[in-house]
């Protein structure tokens, strides 16, 4: 049992740091085993702080060897190491200069926070506070300093030694190793920092800003990994170009570099001048990534790069304000992916994974505010609710203030607060203070947890052709926060006449009319909102583009069928037939429940046929309308969440669907056959993805056959992966058979491997437990390696609920024995994988039980990482 409950940090407490570190100059001898680093801190007292306030240093496992204070050693009692691992000096002076000498052992850091190797080269993520396990520092985002980094390692072994900000000279040093040097101009935190050594090899190109700057740009990977460079490189350039056009913002250094390393915590890393990638979101060649990768590449890469403003230049004052550079850059980076391609598929797509991931973070135990209140372990903050549900706060203000005050807004947050370290309000005060437009209603959605709920009722009088629609609020509570208050919502919306077109729409008291869609706030638990002049009974279309991250309920059938068909916002067509369709599904289910027969909406038929019929004009958008409500969304809706039988309606429509409409969606599925060269163009993809759509509704329905053509003669990786997930599936020589191809053409290639791993987790078996615990003991199975981990356990756990949640708790034992063996290597991931079983409360009561018993299980282990304690013991309350 563990005896020491870990410390709650509180948004409240925040007091301004002691001392203030001007500059750093680091030194590293690197040695897997055994690295020195040197740090010298010009520190002074800040003078915002009591001038009495002792001067303390983050630090985590950092062996000291000696330490001075403007050039004299520091004699042992005036350093006090504290059993967290931080060093206190006794007798501050308030001005020095503070020079430590610390060993490291890289090659021992399985957490990969700080300083590790991986496949031999040396890196470091400090975000959030990794710094501190290599030097002794105050390890907060509100210290920004100059950095300058000498580094010095075996030649042989490190040929290329990178930090950040430009390069500053190099040499030789004793014996066969050599040194360079990197100053950093701009001012940063500590989390910013980064270094990257080792056996690399770049991939060259320059952008000219359009101030007329040469940017040297550089992909660092292994070698051989070069040739799949080029989208990343690619996708670079454009977003630098798109910060410009469209933010007016430049590249502020002469050099830009990205190293790819395939042991990483996350998707990638901002360092100053020197992002670090996770393998997945940088390497791509047609044979080895799916559209998706492809995909994923470019808005990584982008966010990556915004952040150099947005989160850099412009940084967090604690790791509360989180949001401040996530949910904005965020934001960021799916305007630069809608301007890329299809603005409506990118929406559609989005709200799919906000929905899927954020909206039940946002009703289970583990919900908290876009800016949260207090944490244990600030690694377990980096959610979907502080990322995606920021971005929609931040989609909120710009849908509320429009595009151009948007802009100005912009501008006026980086002028006012550039190079310093800021808080959520100095945003929203900048963009109300751009607008004119009071927004401090708006700060309710960054302090207040949960999803509301709206519904809409309406009334059309003929005789006085007034037309009164009255909008409700409602939030569920959420743990911690009981009580809540409206936010102001704002709905964007039009209204459509008999015949399916828009009418133009006058608000009373207003003296002019507006036709398309329009923006009405919803403020107050009720507003009702009264249109005059309205021709004809309209029916209002709600929540256009999703312009608000809320649960619009109660519209009934008839009227979602109308829209899905009329409505003129693509969001509101596909988000209308998602809704029929899991309207459909969950009185199916229920029906299931009480034993009676399944029947079948021919409706759903005829939308698949209706959206053949038009798929040739947008078939990304068709591929989207065809794919039937997921597995997690319909247990969102429910009560009490029935994951068997949720997975075996969906199984049956598709099955069914795929029988009545199999005629013509072969038909489809032959004409979007591409012949020519492989293309990665919005509507190439768009093409593979309705086609692969087409196969999955007849493979259900049995056509296990051209599910193993495909797989035989794909030439991609997309159709190749659509094709074996299917195959996955079934139970013949054909699934084992195309498996054991995959494998053994890809076992050298880890990002392929991995999918090989998920597509099995995730696969429709009865033995799927069993040959999930076989392929955990897979020697090609590394539980050290994030990107693996997640491959099988993640994908098991959050990608298959219904074998997850097997009534035999099997499922549940075999998610908390592996959080039990990654805690002790890699916390920061043992904690994240916890997540599903956080979902007990929505389950069964018996269910409910076996997965309480597992996370007071894990929660009985000894010396379990705070952050892995902080989940469990979370979401077991
Ligand atoms: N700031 C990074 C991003 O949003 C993500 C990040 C935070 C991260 N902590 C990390 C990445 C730890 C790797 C490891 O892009
Ligand atoms: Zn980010």
Redesign the pocket.
């Known amino acids: 049992m563990k005896t020491d409950t870990p410390i709650t940090i509180r948004r409240a407490d925040y007091a301004p740091p002691a001392y203030l570190v001007d500059t750093v100059d680091l030194a590293f001898d690197l040695d897997p085993a055994a690295t020195i680093v040197r740090a010298k801190l010009a520190l002074r007292r800040n003078p915002k702080a009591a001038q009495d306030a002792p001067l303390r240093l983050d630090g985590e496992g950092l062996v000291l060897r000696e330490a001075r204070l403007d050039g004299a050693v520091l004699p042992p009692e005036r350093l006090q190491l504290g059993a967290d691992g931080s060093l206190a000096i006794a007798d501050p002076p308030s001005a020095g200069l503070l020079e430590t000498m610390v060993r490291i052992a890289p090659e021992a850091n399985t957490a990969?926070?700080g300083l590790y190797t991986s496949g031999g080269n040396f890196y470091t993520?400090?975000?959030?506070e990794?710094f501190r396990r290599i030097t002794f520092f105050p390890d907060r985002p509100d210290v920004m300093s100059r950095y300058t980094v000498t580094i010095t390692a075996d030649r042989t072994l490190c040929p290329v030694m990178l930090s950040n900000g430009n390069p500053h000279g190099s040499g030789h040093a004793e014996g066969n190793r050599h040194w360079v040097r990197w100053v950093d101009p701009h001012p940063k935190p500590s989390?910013l920092f980064a270094l990257v050594a080792g056996d690399l090899i770049d991939v060259h190109d320059h952008f000219t800003t359009r101030s007329g700057k040469l940017v040297s740009l550089n992909i660092w990977v292994r070698r051989g990994d070069e040739p799949r460079c080029a989208h990343a490189m690619d996708s670079l350039k454009r977003s630098m170009a798109w910060d410009e056009e469209v933010f007016g913002l430049e590249y502020d250094l002469d050099i830009f570099n990205i190293a790819a390393v395939s042991d990483?915590?996350?998707?990638?890393?901002?360092n100053k001048g020197l992002n670090?990638f996770?393998t997945k979101y940088v390497l791509a060649s047609p044979e080895s990534a799916t559209d998706g990768d492809w995909q994923g590449i470019e808005t990584?890469i982008a966010?990556?790069y915004f952040?150099n403003w947005t989160?850099n230049r412009v940084t967090c004052r604690d790791w509360f304000q989180l949001s401040l550079?996530?949910g904005l850059?965020?934001f960021r980076d799916q305007e630069f992916s809608a301007d890329m391609g299809s603005r409506a598929v990118k929406r559609i797509r989005d709200v799919r994974g906000l929905r899927a991931a954020q909206f039940p973070e946002d009703a289970g135990p583990m919900a908290h505010p876009v800016r949260p209140d207090s944490y244990i372990e600030i690694?377990n903050f980096?959610t979907p609710t502080v990322?995606q549900k920021g971005a929609e706060v931040v989609r909120l203000i710009h849908t509320r203030i429009g595009p151009a005050a948007f802009r100005k807004g912009m501008d006026l947050y980086i002028a006012r607060n550039d190079n310093q370290a800021v808080t959520i309000e100095d945003f929203v005060s900048a963009m109300q203070d751009a607008s004119g437009i009071n927004l401090d209603g708006f700060m309710g959605w960054y302090d207040q947890a949960g999803t509301p709920e709206v519904t809409a009722e309406d009334h059309y009088d003929s005789a006085t052709r007034r037309f009164t629609l009255t909008l409700r609020q409602r939030t569920p509570p959420t743990a911690g926060q009981l009580e809540k208050k409206p936010l102001p919502i704002p709905v964007a919306m039009g209204l459509l006449g008999p015949d399916g077109t828009e009418l133009p729409m006058r608000l009373e008291g207003e003296n002019t009319t507006q036709s398309g869609t329009r923006t009405i706030l919803l403020e107050g638990a009720e507003q009702s909102f009264t249109f005059v002049d309205v021709p004809a009974p309209p029916l209002p279309s709600l929540l256009r583009g999703f312009s608000a991250p809320v649960k619009l309920k109660g519209v009934p059938r008839d009227r979602l069928r109308f829209l899905a068909v009329h409505d003129s916002d693509p969001f509101v067509r596909w988000e209308s037939g998602q809704q029929y369709a899991a309207s459909v599904m969950l009185e199916m289910i229920a029906a299931q429940q009480r034993g009676e027969a399944l029947g079948f909406d021919e409706a759903l038929a005829e939308a698949v046929t209706n959206t053949l019929a038009m798929a040739e004009t947008d078939p990304a958008f068709a591929a989207e309308a065809l794919v039937l409500p997921g597995e997690g969304f319909l247990a969102d809706q429910m009560e009490v969440a029935d994951p068997v039988g949720i997975h075996l309606v969906r199984r049956h429509l598709r099955a069914e669907i795929g029988r009545r409409c199999g005629a013509v969606l072969r038909a489809n599925y032959d004409a979007l056959t591409d012949t020519g060269p492989y293309r990665i163009d919005g509507r190439s993809i768009g093409r593979r993805a309705l086609r692969n759509a087409c196969l999955a509704y007849l493979a259900t329905a049995g056509d296990t056959l051209l599910a193993k053509a495909q797989f035989d003669g794909a030439s991609n990786m997309t159709d190749s992966l659509a094709a074996l997930s299917l195959l996955a599936d079934t139970m013949g020589e054909a699934r084992e058979s195309a498996l054991a191809a995959f494998h053994a053409r890809w076992r050298g290639d880890d990002l392929v491997l991995d999918k090989w791993f998920s597509i099995q987790a995730m696969a429709a078996r009865e033995d799927v437990i069993e040959q999930v615990r076989a392929l955990y003991a897979h020697t090609d199975f590394d539980l050290r390696n994030p990107n693996r981990a997640r491959s099988l356990i993640g994908a098991f756990a959050s990608g298959n609920p219904a074998h997850f949640h097997d009534a035999s708790g099997e499922g549940y034992r075999f998610l908390a024995d592996a959080v039990i063996a990654l805690d002790p290597i890699n916390g920061?991931i043992a904690a994240r994988l916890i997540g599903p079983l956080g979902q007990w409360r929505r389950q069964s009561e018996t269910r409910g039980a076996l997965m309480r018993r597992e996370l007071q299980r894990i929660l009985d282990i000894p010396n379990l990482s705070k952050g892995t304690f902080e989940k469990a013991s979370k979401a077991l309350h």
């Open positions: 990969l926070s993520q400090c975000e959030a990794g989390y990483f915590n996350m998707g990638a890393m901002e670090v996770n990584v966010h990556e952040h989160g550079k996530e850059t965020v690694d980096y990322y920061s």
